[in-house]
């Protein structure tokens, strides 16, 4: 793969006038939020953002939502101290790894994202449960202990932090709204 230049433009992205990768899902009897980004292969944060949902009232028949599938791919080269991503192909953006912890033996692995969860004073939240908006976004990894996540703001010298791939907060908050549990995530080792 080759890194182009040019970085994503968030703001733009989820703009209302920028309509490139979005869908827009009519609701059906029946249909639910979890049932549609399923359906769109997309994540209930970047549903919500599109359509400036607070909270998930209730669907109805005949409501339009916007959509936007998340098919991005990670690649995270644990010796340049980056973890950058792809769509398609094609270079997206680079997030700077501030910090591996107690991942001393990282092999070369091609895997998915497994789950992505909250925490908020020590307490695992899903979307929708008070505090998930404030709480630390964390990405687990398929068949690895391996997670993704911020770098705590403060970090007592000599604390043990858990095992994973550290990026600054603002980094995993977008990471968080770009990926969904199935998403492609290689570990590249660069030789010696």
């Given amino acids: 793969?080759?890194?182009?230049?040019?970085?994503?433009?968030?703001?733009?992205?989820?703009?209302?006038?920028?309509s490139e990768g979005k869908l827009t899902h009519v609701v059906k009897r029946g249909d639910s939020y979890l049932a549609i980004v399923n359906k769109h292969r997309t994540n209930l944060?970047?549903?919500?953002?599109l359509n400036g949902l607070t909270d998930f009232g209730g669907l109805q028949p005949g409501d339009d939502l916007v959509v936007m599938p998340l098919e991005f791919r990670l690649l995270i080269e644990p010796q340049k101290?980056?973890?950058?991503?792809?769509?398609?192909?094609?270079?997206?953006?680079?997030?700077?790894?501030?910090?591996?912890?107690q991942l001393?033996?990282?092999?070369?692995?091609?895997?998915?994202?497994?789950?992505?969860a909250g925490f908020y004073d020590g307490k695992k939240l899903a979307l929708g449960n008070k505090g998930y908006r404030q709480s630390d976004k964390v990405l687990q990894l398929a068949k690895s202990p391996i997670q993704i996540r911020p770098m705590p703001a403060s970090n007592e010298a000599g604390a043990i932090l858990p095992r994973g791939i550290y990026l600054k907060a603002s980094d995993m908050e977008e990471l968080n709204l770009l990926t969904r549990p199935g998403n492609e995530v290689e570990?590249?080792?660069?030789?010696?």
């Avoid at 182009?4 to 920028?18: A, R, T, W, Y």
């Avoid at 570990?187 to 010696?192: E, H, Y």
């Fill in 104 to 116: 001393s033996s990282v092999a070369a692995l091609k895997t998915t994202i497994d789950s992505r």
């Fill in 45 to 49: 944060d970047c549903l919500m953002l």
């Fill in 1 to 18: 793969y080759k890194r182009q230049v040019g970085e994503m433009n968030l703001d733009e992205i989820f703009s209302p006038e920028h």
């Fill in 81 to 101: 101290k980056f973890l950058s991503l792809w769509s398609n192909g094609k270079f997206v953006k680079d997030y700077p790894i501030l910090r591996i912890e």
């Fill in 187 to 192: 570990i590249r080792l660069s030789p010696r």
